[in-house]
């Protein structure tokens, strides 16, 4: 592993339990925190059924399932303490299952021994995905895969929306210079055809791209 690159893991929604939790702790009413968990875990007609029975302004946590706020008022408890005990771990993994993990990780992290040492007067990188890069700015940003079928991907001649939105996110994410990188093949090109460029490069205009070419794997200097 190299001490200056890091990736992040791309979600499907823009939060996560953690960030419910992280709510819920500074505040245990906090309407958001526990819409953040229905969401999280009940069905959408459930969800949909709360928000309407929310608009007068009744408490979010008094319309859901007793048992439901029972569990996570149980797991805001044992996060309350400083320490985790193994005794307080295992009730975590009896509430959550796997989720459990992912919350000692976060709000209990263990030092590490052999920490690397970062130097910082060398660049850093960061592996996201679309969604990962949200928020984020850099000075040089890569974006690879400009293939059609790839970014994006193209069903009955026909471009998903979401698609351009995330394309759009990525360019915004740069200040100083963006790379838009595209690849003729996969893997072997024998007996197949090279990918097409993305149909996305053609919303740049023309003044605002330097054409590199392709470059051949045989040129590549180690």
């Known amino acids: ?11 499907v929604n823009d939060y996560s339990i953690i960030d419910a939790y992280e709510l819920l702790l500074a505040q245990e009413n906090s309407n958001f925190g526990w819409r953040m968990l229905a969401e999280l875990e009940l069905s959408e007609r459930q969800l949909q059924g709360f928000l309407r029975a929310s608009l007068d302004g009744t408490p979010f946590s008094r319309l859901l399932p007793q048992d439901f706020v029972e569990k996570h008022d149980s797991v805001i408890e044992v996060l309350r303490a400083e320490q985790l005990s193994e005794d307080d771990h295992l009730r975590l993994i009896q509430l959550l299952g796997d989720q459990a993990d992912i919350l000692v ?22 592996l996201t995905s679309f969604e990962g890069c949200k928020g984020l700015s850099a000075g040089h940003v890569f974006v690879v895969g400009l293939n059609d079928g790839v970014v994006p991907k193209v069903q009955d001649n026909q471009v998903d ?35 097409e460029r993305s149909v996305f490069l053609l ?3 023309k003044e605002y791209i330097a054409e590199r070419g392709y470059l051949a794997s045989k040129d590549i200097i180690d």
């Not at 592993?1 to 979600?11: K, W, Y």
């Open 203 to 205: 919303l740049i205009p």
């Open 161 to 195: 929306d979401i698609d351009c939105c995330r394309f759009i996110v990525a360019l915004t994410r740069t200040r100083k210079q963006c790379y838009l990188l595209s690849n003729r093949w996969d893997y072997s090109p024998v007996g197949k055809k090279p990918f």
């Open 105 to 126: 990780k976060h709000f209990y992290p263990i030092e590490d021994e052999n920490p690397q040492t970062i130097d910082e007067t060398q660049p850093t990188v960061l």
């Open 1 to 11: 592993m190299f001490a200056n690159v890091s990736f992040t893991e791309a979600q």
